[in-house]
């Protein structure tokens, strides 16, 4: 089962930073948070993963609270391609074989 | 890296055919592999997990009979969908977990969209 609860959906402005955030409430101290995003027919892409510390790349930064109930992730200069369905997953732990189970997510527009 | 790739990309047959759908890890190994599904406007449900050599996994509620999973190599995962009916039609993805990396990222291939007419 799902482990986390995010907004259905959001707006942003091209270029300005998107904030999405994601509760995990339950997580267990050893479950990492990942995020992930599906752009229309097509399959999942990786964008990002944490425990503790904040984590950048790339693509986006992760900012996780110090109680780990909540992450949000931000990506900074939203462009139209980043229009997607964003996962935050809270991974299973390893005697369950580290399965993915996704939520609703949140459907991002950005908007020109 | 971390590429996976799945094929055929899309498919359309006649009910009561079966249907394989073949995952590959391109560059890494995958001792794990998933299989989701994915109906209109709905999120990614979790069928099965696939280890290399040994038996399927299924979650609750899915049939092993009808969803035939191999995972005979460390690079590739097949998923035959048997005596397909038009409720079957779905968008399959896989995905494959990169046992190199600490943290055992998933990666996900592209998806095949199956159409069961």
């Known amino acids: 089962d799902a482990k986390t609860t995010q907004p259905t959906s959001m707006d942003c402005a091209e270029g300005r930073a998107a904030n999405l955030p994601c509760n995990h409430s339950?997580?267990?101290?050893?479950?990492?948070v990942y995020w992930y995003r599906q752009i229309h027919s097509q399959g999942p892409q990786y964008i990002i993963h944490?425990?503790?510390n904040n984590e950048t790349n790339e693509m986006a930064s992760l900012i996780i609270t110090e109680d780990r109930k909540s992450s949000t992730l931000i990506l900074p200069h939203a462009t139209l391609r980043d229009t997607a369905v964003y996962y935050c997953?809270?991974?299973?732990?390893?005697?369950?074989?580290?399965?993915?189970?996704f939520g609703t997510g949140t459907s991002l527009t950005v908007i020109p | 890296g971390a590429v996976v790739s799945q094929h055929p990309s899309w498919v359309i047959c006649k009910s009561g055919t079966s249907v394989k759908i073949e995952c590959r890890s391109l560059?890494?190994?995958?001792?794990?592999m998933f299989w989701y599904r994915q109906f209109p406007k709905q999120s990614l449900m979790l069928m099965a997990t696939?280890?290399?050599?040994?038996?399927?996994?299924?979650e609750q509620g899915v049939e092993k009979d009808k969803f035939l999973i191999n995972h005979a190599s460390l690079t590739l995962s097949t998923l035959t969908v048997t005596s397909a009916h038009p409720e079957d039609s779905s968008f399959y993805i896989c995905?494959?977990?990169?046992?190199?990396?600490?943290?055992?990222?998933?990666?996900f291939g592209p998806g095949t969209r199956l159409l069961v007419l």
């Open positions: 995905s494959a977990r990169d046992g190199g990396r600490a943290t055992e990222t998933q990666y």
């Open positions: 339950t997580i267990s101290g050893n479950e990492y």
């Open positions: 944490g425990l503790k």
């Open positions: 997953i809270v991974r299973g732990a390893l005697n369950t074989g580290n399965q993915f189970y």
């Open positions: 560059d890494f190994q995958a001792t794990t």
């Open positions: 696939s280890n290399e050599g040994s038996k399927a996994t299924y």
